[in-house]
């Protein structure tokens, strides 16, 4: 599906319905079972999506999602009409600012948490994301399974299939397991005669390149920085294992049920953590601070041990 990035100066016909989750890859993740809920429910509406342009591809995966409005956070107004939207999802959160965006549009119908103004239900803390707005639509009269998260597998080749993907980065150095960590793991992996791939964003490249450097990997065995994100996604899609951070890379192991390996570190296993399948959560829950904003490895992460990873891998019957 082919998403259209122009805001359409005339409406097509149909009714419209904006989703705002205007987050990263995860959160698109996690919400997958809400769209679906949310397509199925109003298939005659033209669904946008209203999240930061760079996610297109992944939401097009989703089979939900007709247009992607790019909206970079909570900042700016939403690029739309006011009444020009018949209903209006708020997947984003519940605060005043998600809140104040989607009524400034002024839309026929909401969808939200309780709150002043929004009927729904009353927002809970410790809930599983996947579940907390899968729920949310389905009070809405809008059912959802929220294990309905699988991804449309990408027309794009994988560049390395049957590779494990070693995912060495993350958003924030909370979720930075040690680069001499990651190393010993991946030249594990390959002595097993496994060819291991080294990813990232193009920002994470020296970190990769690093961990390839203390692997005795080649260069050739990073390609941090040098997949779109299309091509990422079908290079999970065929990965024999993901070795990853709670990252967007571990969400894409779940929306493919590709066998992981899934480090935790700030974050709660029990609101973020993969779905059941072929996927094994490390962490120490006792040692957690839980700041996802920290320049340093939270303690639960670091908790986590190269053996613990190989271990984990032996058990997904790849190591």
């Given at each position: 599906m082919a998403l259209n990035f122009a805001a359409s100066p005339h409406r097509d016909g149909r009714p419209e319905l904006l989703a705002l989750r205007a987050l990263k890859l995860g959160d698109l993740l996690v919400a997958v079972p809400a769209l679906r809920g949310l397509r199925r429910a109003f298939p005659g509406h033209r669904i946008r999506y209203a999240a930061q342009a760079w996610l297109a591809p992944i939401v097009a995966l989703t089979d939900a999602v007709d247009e992607l409005l790019p909206t970079h956070g909570l900042?700016?107004?939403l690029d739309l009409a006011p009444g020009s939207v018949?209903?209006?999802v708020n997947l984003h959160g519940n605060g005043p600012e998600s809140r104040g965006r989607l009524e400034e549009i002024v839309p026929a119908r909401r969808m939200g948490h309780r709150s002043p103004g929004w009927d729904g239900p009353a927002w809970q803390d410790g809930v599983h994301e996947r579940h907390?707005?899968?729920d949310l639509v389905s009070w809405h009269g809008v059912p959802a399974d929220p294990l309905d998260l699988r991804l449309r597998i990408?027309?794009?080749?994988?560049?390395?299939p049957g590779a494990i993907v070693v995912h060495v980065g993350a958003a924030y150095g909370s979720r930075l397991w040690p680069v001499d960590r990651f190393a010993a793991v991946s030249k594990a992996l390959a002595g097993a005669g496994h060819q291991v791939l080294l990813t990232g964003s193009a920002g994470e490249r020296a970190r990769a390149l690093a961990v390839a450097e203390a692997a005795g990997f080649p260069e050739r065995a990073v390609v941090a920085g040098e997949l779109p994100l299309e091509r990422f996604a079908?290079?999970?899609a065929g990965a024999r294992l993901v070795v990853s951070a709670d990252t967007g890379a571990a969400h894409l192991?779940?929306?493919y049920a590709r066998p992981s390996v899934v480090l935790f570190g700030p974050?709660?296993?029990e609101e973020w953590g993969p779905p059941p399948g072929p996927h094994i959560v490390l962490t120490d829950a006792s040692k957690r601070i839980g700041e996802t904003f920290a320049t340093e490895p939270d303690?639960?992460?670091l908790a986590v041990t190269p053996d613990s990873v190989l271990a984990a891998a032996s058990r997904l019957g790849v190591y």
């Amino acid at each position: 599906m082919a998403l259209n990035f122009a805001a359409s100066p005339h409406r097509d016909g149909r009714p419209e319905l904006l989703a705002l989750r205007a987050l990263k890859l995860g959160d698109l993740l996690v919400a997958v079972p809400a769209l679906r809920g949310l397509r199925r429910a109003f298939p005659g509406h033209r669904i946008r999506y209203a999240a930061q342009a760079w996610l297109a591809p992944i939401v097009a995966l989703t089979d939900a999602v007709d247009e992607l409005l790019p909206t970079h956070g909570l900042d700016e107004p939403l690029d739309l009409a006011p009444g020009s939207v018949d209903i209006a999802v708020n997947l984003h959160g519940n605060g005043p600012e998600s809140r104040g965006r989607l009524e400034e549009i002024v839309p026929a119908r909401r969808m939200g948490h309780r709150s002043p103004g929004w009927d729904g239900p009353a927002w809970q803390d410790g809930v599983h994301e996947r579940h907390r707005w899968a729920d949310l639509v389905s009070w809405h009269g809008v059912p959802a399974d929220p294990l309905d998260l699988r991804l449309r597998i990408p027309d794009e080749e994988s560049v390395a299939p049957g590779a494990i993907v070693v995912h060495v980065g993350a958003a924030y150095g909370s979720r930075l397991w040690p680069v001499d960590r990651f190393a010993a793991v991946s030249k594990a992996l390959a002595g097993a005669g496994h060819q291991v791939l080294l990813t990232g964003s193009a920002g994470e490249r020296a970190r990769a390149l690093a961990v390839a450097e203390a692997a005795g990997f080649p260069e050739r065995a990073v390609v941090a920085g040098e997949l779109p994100l299309e091509r990422f996604a079908a290079l999970v899609a065929g990965a024999r294992l993901v070795v990853s951070a709670d990252t967007g890379a571990a969400h894409l192991a779940s929306a493919y049920a590709r066998p992981s390996v899934v480090l935790f570190g700030p974050a709660p296993v029990e609101e973020w953590g993969p779905p059941p399948g072929p996927h094994i959560v490390l962490t120490d829950a006792s040692k957690r601070i839980g700041e996802t904003f920290a320049t340093e490895p939270d303690p639960a992460l670091l908790a986590v041990t190269p053996d613990s990873v190989l271990a984990a891998a032996s058990r997904l019957g790849v190591y």
